[in-house]
C-alpha cells in the first residue's frame, strides 16, 4: 500500500510544530555545556556540584511530572490552550533564571521552565492535524527537529555565552518561547475536530500493561540511563575542558560542533544496519558498550583534550545511535494499540533520568571530584548493557493503521482476525468505536493491495 503525499495543511502542520518544539529544547539545553562555568559566579563561596547539577536538571522532575497530565487535559480544553499555557509557564521560568542571582533562584526558574510540558500535547495536536497513512513521517519530521536543535544548543552555548552570558542565554529563551507562542497562534493550522489517538497519545487504562510488559521496561530503564548519563557528563566536563585540558570556555562551542556533526554523519551507517538488515539488537548492544566506553575514556583521560574529545565523539555517535533505536524498540515491543502510552511511559523516564543526572550526579561530584561522575556514568551504562543482553530478539516490525470506519464490535472481532489472514500481518486490534484497526506488519513481505481493500471508502485514494 503506498503512502499517499501529505496534503499542504499536514506540511505545514509537520514544519511549524516542529518549529515550536526545536525553539522550547533549544531553551532547555543551550545552558547545559555552559552552566558549571556560570554557577562559580554564584555567590561566595561558590555553590556546590551537588546544587549546580540539580539547576541544570531539575526541569526533568517538573517535566516528567506534569507532560502526561498537560496531555490528557489537552484531550479536554483544547490542544493549543495547553501548548500556549505551557509555552506561558516556559518563558515564566526562563525569566525567573535571568533575574535570579543565586543558585536557589536558578532552581526555581528550571522547575518552572519544565513545568511548560507540553510534549504530549504537541504530538497529539500533531496527530489531530494528519491522516493516519501520513502520520508517522509527521511524527519523525518532529522527531528530526529535536534531535537537530539538540547539536545546535550544545554548540551555540558556549559561544553565546561569551557574547551575552547565561543571563543573557535565558532572556534569548524568554524571546524563543514567545516566538513559538506566535508560531502556534498563526502558522499551525487549527484541526477540525480534537479527538484521542491511541497511537499518539497515552491511555490510562494501558498504563499498567505498558509498565508491567518486561520488554518495555528495559528500554525505559535504557533511556533513563541514557539521559542520566548526559546530564551527568555536563556537570563535570565544562570544567575539565578549562582547567585540566586548557580550552578557553568560549572555545567549547567550536568543539562541540564538528564532533556532533561528525557523530551524526557517522551514526547513519549504524541505523541502516540497524534496521535495514535487521541487526537492532545488536546495534543497541554496540551502542551501549560504546556511551560505557566513553566513560571509561573520560575516567582515565579527563585531564587531556585529545582524550576528550575522542570520547565525546564515541559518546555522540553511540548516544545518537540509541537515541534513534529506543523509541523504534519501543514500538516493536508495544501492542500496537498501546504505541502512545508506551512511547509516553518511555518519555517520562527519559525526563526522570534528566533529573537524576543532574541531583545524583551533583552530589557523587561533590563527595569525590568530577572523576567520580564519569565512573558512576561507567558503571550505570555497564550495568545496562548486561540488562540489555536479556532483551529478546525484537519482531521485524511496524506498526501501521487502517481507517476502516466505525463498526459494531462483533464487526470489529471479525475483523481482526480476518486481517490476520492477510500474509505479512502479525498483530490486528480493531477499536469499533474508533473506526480504526492498529496492525504489527512485516514491511517487506506485507500485501499492500489487500490491506487498502479494508480501508473506509472515504480514506481510499482515488
Not at 365 to 372: E, M, P, R
Not at 430 to 448: F, N, Q, R, T, W
Request: charged fraction near 10%; glycine fraction near 10%.
Amino acid at each position: 500500500m503506498s503512502a499517499p503525499q501529505m496534503t499542504a495543511t499536514e506540511r505545514r502542520g509537520a514544519f511549524s510544530l516542529a518549529a515550536v518544539y526545536a525553539t522550547r529544547m533549544m531553551g532547555l539545553f543551550m545552558i547545559l555545556p555552559v552552566f558549571a562555568l556560570y554557577a562559580e559566579h554564584l555567590g561566595s563561596p561558590p555553590p556546590s556540584h551537588a546544587l549546580v547539577g540539580l539547576a541544570i536538571g531539575v526541569y526533568g522532575l517538573s517535566q516528567a511530572l506534569l507532560q502526561i497530565p498537560f496531555g490528557l487535559l489537552s484531550d479536554r480544553i483544547g490542544r493549543k490552550p495547553v501548548i500556549i499555557g505551557g509555552l506561558l509557564l516556559f518563558a515564566a521560568g526562563s525569566v525567573v533564571a535571568a533575574t535570579a542571582d543565586t543558585i536557589t533562584g536558578i532552581i526555581i526558574g528550571r522547575a518552572l521552565q519544565g513545568s511548560g510540558a507540553i510534549a504530549a500535547a504537541i504530538l497529539a495536536l500533531a496527530a489531530d492535524l494528519t491522516r493516519e497513512s501520513c502520520r508517522a513521517r509527521v511524527m519523525a519530521t518532529i522527531g528530526m527537529s529535536i534531535g537537530l536543535s539538540f547539536a545546535v544548543s550544545l554548540a551555540l552555548g558556549p559561544i553565546l555565552d561569551a557574547w551575552i552570558g547565561v543571563p543573557g542565554i535565558f532572556w534569548l529563551t524568554v524571546g524563543l518561547a514567545l516566538l513559538a507562542i506566535l508560531i502556534i497562534l498563526f502558522a499551525v493550522p487549527t484541526p477540525a475536530r480534537t479527538s484521542f489517538h491511541r497511537d499518539a497519545e497515552p491511555a490510562p487504562v494501558y498504563f499498567k500493561a505498558v509498565i508491567g510488559n518486561p520488554e518495555l521496561r528495559r528500554l525505559d530503564l535504557g533511556i533513563f540511563i541514557l539521559h542520566m548519563t548526559l546530564t551527568a557528563t555536563f556537570i563535570g566536563l565544562p570544567l575539565a575542558l578549562r582547567d585540566l585540558a586548557g580550552l578557553v570556555p568560549e572555545h567549547h562551542g567550536y568543539l562541540y560542533l564538528p564532533i556532533l556533526l561528525l557523530a551524526l554523519f557517522m551514526m547513519v551507517p549504524l541505523v541502516i544496519i540497524a534496521e535495514k538488515q535487521r541487526k537492532i539488537r545488536q546495534v543497541y548492544q554496540f551502542g551501549i558498550l560504546g556511551i560505557c566506553l566513553s566513560q571509561v575514556v573520560l575516567i582515565v583521560g579527563y585531564h587531556s583534550l585529545f582524550m576528550i574529545v575522542a570520547a565525546l565523539l564515541v559518546f555522540f555517535i553511540c548516544f545518537n545511535v540509541l537515541e534513534a533505536l529506543l523509541p523504534s524498540l519501543v514500538v516493536k515491543f508495544a501492542p500496537p494499540q498501546m504505541k502512545g502510552t508506551a512511547t509516553g511511559v518511555y518519555s517520562t523516564a527519559q525526563f526522570l533520568g534528566a533529573f537524576c543526572g543532574g541531583a545524583v550526579g551533583g552530589v557523587v561530584a561533590t563527595w569525590t571530584g568530577i572523576v567520580g561522575i564519569f565512573v558512576m556514568s561507567a558503571l550505570m551504562t555497564g550495568a545496562w548493557y548486561l540488562i540489555a543482553r536479556r532483551m529478546a530478539n525484537p519482531p521485524p516490525l511496524t506498526s501501521q493503521m487502517l481507517n476502516v470506519g466505525p463498526m459494531t464490535p462483533e464487526q470489529a472481532r471479525a475483523l481482526e482476525q480476518e486481517l490476520l489472514t492477510i500474509e505479512g500481518v502479525a498483530e490486528s486490534v480493531v477499536v469499533p468505536d474508533e473506526g480504526i484497526a492498529y496492525l504489527k506488519v512485516d514491511s517487506k513481505i506485507v500485501d499492500g493491495d489487500r490491506l487498502e481493500q479494508y480501508l473506509a471508502p472515504e480514506h481510499k485514494e482515488a
